[in-house]
């Protein structure tokens, strides 16, 4: 399994983003799909994931209400739409899956298919 993300870039504080995450290399219907973001200097921390075949979300607290997963199945892609950014989002967001659901999505060490890390920076 290969993932691609991308879509990071320099926003100006209350702007938005939507990062990509393009997978390959395996039938998703039943993976769970994750991102996560890690700062400069701190450990990497979960901020959304998804069922791929339910739909099913869950949010960090810090992000819910402002980002919003999403996954196109005619395009293997899923989606992290954030908005309304603020500096404390300034991270590399990476997008990470693992070949089942799992009740601790939150957890880094549950995934073992990640993306190779995208960098949003936003301005205040």
């Known amino acids: 399994v290969q993932l691609q993300a991308s879509g990071g870039g320099l926003v100006q504080a209350g702007s938005s983003l939507r990062l990509s995450c393009a997978a390959s290399g395996g039938i998703f219907s039943n993976y769970a799909l994750g991102w996560f973001r890690q700062a400069p200097g701190k450990e990497r921390r979960f901020v959304a994931a998804?069922?791929?075949?339910?739909?099913?979300?869950t949010y960090a607290d810090s992000v819910k209400g402002r980002f919003t997963i999403s996954r196109d199945n005619t395009k293997n892609t899923v989606y992290l739409q954030m908005n309304s950014l603020n500096p404390e989002d300034t991270s590399v967001y990476y997008c990470?899956?693992?070949?089942?659901?799992?009740?601790?999505?939150?957890?880094?060490?549950?995934?073992?298919?990640w993306g190779q890390g995208t960098l949003v920076t936003v301005s205040s």
């Open positions: 990470a899956a693992r070949s089942s659901w799992t009740t601790n999505y939150g957890s880094a060490s549950e995934y073992n298919f």
């Open positions: 998804m069922r791929w075949n339910r739909a099913r979300t």
